[in-house]
């Protein structure tokens, strides 16, 4: 069961290296309205969400099986 902990952990330290990536890369400019001001480009950011929030489920998910397989060896 640590085994599968262990490499939940590395997945969700994966989708969370990809968050940042996506953030970096896909962040883009900021998109000029016709009133003259400027809005920030949302579909990215929404992207680096679902993944993080992704990421925070599978470390909770290898959390809990650590534990169960500290306490049940």
């Known amino acids: 069961m640590s085994e599968t902990a262990q490499i939940?952990?590395?997945l969700s330290a994966l989708l969370l290296a990809a968050?940042?990536?996506i953030w970096a890369k896909l962040r883009g400019p900021l998109l000029?309205?016709?009133d003259?001001?400027?809005a920030?480009?949302?579909a990215?950011?929404?992207l680096v969400t679902q993944v993080l929030v992704a990421a925070f489920g599978v470390a909770v998910?290898?959390?809990v099986l650590a534990?169960?397989?500290w306490i049940i060896p």
């Open 61 to 63: 998910l290898a959390a």
């Open 19 to 21: 968050s940042v990536a």
């Open 44 to 46: 990215p950011a929404e």
């Open 40 to 42: 920030s480009n949302a």
């Open 36 to 38: 003259g001001t400027r």
């Open 32 to 34: 000029q309205r016709l």
């Open 8 to 10: 939940l952990a590395f």
């Open 67 to 69: 534990v169960v397989g």
